[in-house]
């Protein structure tokens, strides 16, 4: 795997490396050792996948709060997304600033989003699937959002009028 920085630290894409042949190829997703030696998060506690009917789609933008704080690995194995994560460190450099890539079947990208940081998606397709490998288990009472409109971010979603949970459209604004 080749880990490419993103604008915000500790935030990775993870780029498969492809061992091919006249069948196809095969091609190392996650890799304990690997992640490690990069000084991310080397656990896998829980893995989700996320089914979306309709292009346009919004989901996010969520996060748990410590003391149950995850990482997530976020891949689409079907369609296309538009993958956002913010980062929400306290003392971070670039806190409330948020980093956007396309994640789809045919790039095989990954986003690794560190603890710590929002996370959300768009779906570009209809019938998109995305898969969450996360270092925590869900913890229903640490479960948090941040607003996906939020001004303060002014994050350019690439679809206009997302289809939204109830959820999600009532996420508080950033202090």
């Not at 789609?57 to 997304?81: D, F, M, N």
């Not at 956002?84 to 790039?107: G, K, M, Q």
Request: charged share 25%; glycine share 6%; hydrophobic share 35%.
């Amino acid at each position: 795997m080749k880990f490419v920085s993103t604008p915000l630290e500790g935030a990775y894409l993870v780029r498969p490396e492809l061992i091919e042949d006249e069948r196809g190829f095969f091609a190392r997703s996650f890799c304990a050792e690997e992640f490690g030696a990069q000084g991310l998060a080397r656990a896998v506690s829980q893995c989700n996948i996320s089914w979306n009917r309709k292009r346009g789609t919004l989901r996010g933008l969520h996060y748990q709060a410590r003391p149950h704080a995850e990482a997530k690995i976020v891949r689409c194995t079907r369609g296309s997304i538009w993958d956002v994560i913010v980062d929400l460190r306290p003392h971070s450099a670039t806190r409330h600033r948020w980093h956007a890539v396309e994640l789809n079947a045919d790039n095989r990208l990954a986003l690794y989003v560190p603890e710590d940081f929002a996370h959300g998606f768009q779906t570009l397709a209809d019938d998109t699937e995305v898969l969450y490998q996360m270092s925590e288990s869900h913890h229903p009472d640490s479960a948090r959002g941040v607003r996906w409109d939020d001004p303060k971010l002014k994050i350019a979603w690439p679809l206009p009028n997302p289809i939204l949970s109830e959820r999600d459209r009532s996420y508080p604004l950033l202090p």
